[in-house]
């Protein structure tokens, strides 16, 4: 499995949730790829306007097809989005390091 991690500061909490968070527009139109795990959404106790999201696949491959097939509409959603943050910070692609 893997972990893609972004940090972001956005403008509106409510607007933000609603497009970034599990059961969000992003996580809806990831949930139309195959090895879509899920989305986290977690908000910052001390920074108000701070988030991080954490979407799982269960392997880059599967992330990478998805991205191959719906690169167009991605590429649109993305531009959309910006509209709900000031900074988007991705920290990376993480993988499991256990044995399940």
């Known amino acids: 499995m893997i972990a893609l991690v972004f940090r972001y ?3 509106d909490e409510a607007a933000f949730e609603h ?3 599990p059961e969000g527009e992003w996580a809806q139109f990831f949930r139309e790829g195959r090895g879509y795990v899920g989305t986290e959404l977690l908000h910052d ?3 108000r306007d701070r988030y991080l999201v954490i979407d799982r696949w ?3 491959d599967a992330y990478n097809a998805f991205l191959a097939e719906h690169q167009e509409e991605y590429m ?3 531009d959309e989005s910006r ?3 000031v900074q ?3 920290f990376g692609t993480f993988e499991n390091v256990w044995s399940d």
């Open 9 to 11: 500061e956005v403008r």
């Open 45 to 47: 106790v001390e920074e």
């Open 83 to 85: 509209l709900h943050y």
């Open 58 to 60: 269960e392997s880059i």
């Open 76 to 78: 649109r959603r993305s």
């Open 19 to 21: 497009a970034y968070g």
């Open 88 to 90: 988007e910070l991705r």
